[in-house]
């Protein structure tokens, strides 16, 4: 019931259907916003101050969906995707590299889906550039295999979704929020003109901390990466637009 989560002070919104084999997130968007217009309405009654963290796929126009129907202020509504995408990407690091996914920096930016951008222009081992440790190919199979990571876990199961990783990424995140570590998480946040983007929820570097979204940092990217990030942003607005009716 929605009304459990009464005065709390984050709520992680996971309802939706599940990513059956051969879909993509984007097939979820219909059946999963009138799922989430209802806990959306649920949660801004019972717990109209909460900060909220979507995992709901769609996750990027599912997040948008949320902040607008709630009309809670953007850095209280963001979602977990750049943590999980993130995880993932330096574990198949470490795994190419032989070495502990500890030592291993790394980022996605962008949207939570194919069309991720994993920042291997900043990707380091301990301080050392992957890009110096491994070859252009390597690098092309990680960064796709990050993309496809929650397909392939999605056809391994046969039925149902990831969990386990997602988990691990919630539990960082409230805890970030809870103890106001202020740690610098990749989320799809509401962008308001950062990275020359506004109106729209992609993955992007914040300092997560008591409050929410304490602010986006607009870091300097690789003009690929700018063009991707642009490209996510008007392939997002288009599903908003076409599925979900904004303008």
Request: proline share 4%; net charge negative; hydrophobic share 45%.
């Amino acid at each position: 019931e929605v009304r459990d989560v009464a005065m709390a002070d984050v709520v992680v919104v996971t309802s939706g259907m599940p990513r059956k084999p051969g879909m993509t997130r984007d097939d979820l968007v219909k059946a999963n916003a009138d799922i989430i217009g209802q806990v959306a309405e649920g949660v801004k009654l019972h717990a109209p101050d909460a900060k909220v963290l979507m995992v709901t796929n769609p996750l990027d126009p599912m997040t948008y969906h949320f902040c607008k129907l709630t009309g809670f202020e953007p850095h209280r509504v963001f979602g977990m995707a750049g943590v999980l995408d993130s995880a993932r990407l330096k574990y198949f690091i470490a795994q190419k590299a032989g070495c502990s996914a500890k030592d291993v920096s790394a980022m996605v930016l962008g949207g939570h889906g194919d069309e991720m951008i994993p920042l291997m222009s900043s990707a380091t081992i301990n301080g050392i550039p992957v890009k110096q440790l491994m070859t252009k190919k390597e690098i092309e199979e990680i960064c796709e295999r990050t993309a496809n990571g929650g397909g392939e876990i999605v056809n391994l199961l046969q039925q149902g979704s990831a969990f386990y990783a997602p988990a691990a990424s919630i539990a960082d995140t409230v805890e970030a929020i809870l103890l106001d570590q202020q740690r610098v998480l990749p989320c799809s946040v509401l962008l308001e003109g950062q990275f020359g983007i506004s109106d729209v929820c992609l993955g992007v570097p914040a300092v997560v901390g008591r409050e929410g979204i304490m602010k986006v940092l607009e870091i300097e990217l690789e003009e690929e990466e700018k063009k991707r990030l642009l490209r996510n942003a008007e392939n997002t607005k288009k599903v908003l637009r076409t599925v979900l009716g904004y303008a």
